[in-house]
C-alpha cells in the first residue's frame, strides 16, 4: 500500500504543470488528481476518447499512459461526475513543452524552470539538490 503511494505523484490542481510532469517522469512516478467530465462529454466519446479526454484534463495532452480512474463524487451545478485519474506521465510533457538539457543529470528539463549555470542548464530537480547540499 505505502509503496504504490510513493510511486504516485498527487495534484491538487489540473492540468498539472510542466514542473510537476517533470518531476514524477524524473522519479519513475505515476501522477494522479480529480478532473471533471460534464455528462455531454461523456456522451460525445467512446472509450478511446474518453481517456483522451481525461489524460488532456489531467496533463495537457493526451499522452497520458498506462490510466486509471475511480468515480470521487460530482458537481452539482454542472452535473459533471469527477474522476480520481492516474496515469503514466513520462512521455506527455516533452512534446508539449521546450525542453533544454540538464549538463548534471542529462535529462530533457522544462526550459521554463531551467537555470543558467556557466555554459549550460540546470534543471529544476538538481537546482534544488544543489541549494540544499550547499547549505
Ligand atoms: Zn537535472
Wanted: aromatic residues 6%; glycine residues 6%.
Amino acid at each position: 500500500m505505502n509503496d504504490i503511494e510513493k510511486q504516485v505523484l498527487k495534484i491538487d490542481q489540473v492540468p498539472a504543470t510542466e514542473d510537476l510532469l517533470y518531476e514524477a517522469s524524473a522519479n519513475g512516478q505515476y501522477i494522479s488528481g480529480i478532473v471533471e467530465v460534464e455528462p455531454s462529454d461523456l456522451i460525445d466519446h467512446d472509450y478511446e476518447g474518453f481517456l483522451d479526454l481525461v489524460s488532456e484534463r489531467l496533463v495537457g495532452g493526451d499522452l497520458l499512459m498506462d490510466i486509471t480512474y475511480e468515480v470521487v463524487g460530482w458537481n452539482p451545478e454542472t452535473k459533471a461526475v469527477k474522476y480520481q485519474v492516474t496515469g503514466d506521465p513520462s512521455s506527455t510533457y516533452e512534446v508539449n513543452v521546450s525542453t533544454v538539457e540538464c549538463q548534471i543529470c542529462h535529462r530533457e528539463a522544462p526550459a521554463s524552470s531551467a537555470h543558467l549555470h556557466g555554459d549550460g542548464q540546470v534543471c529544476v530537480l538538481c537546482w534544488d539538490d544543489r541549494l540544499k547540499s550547499s547549505e
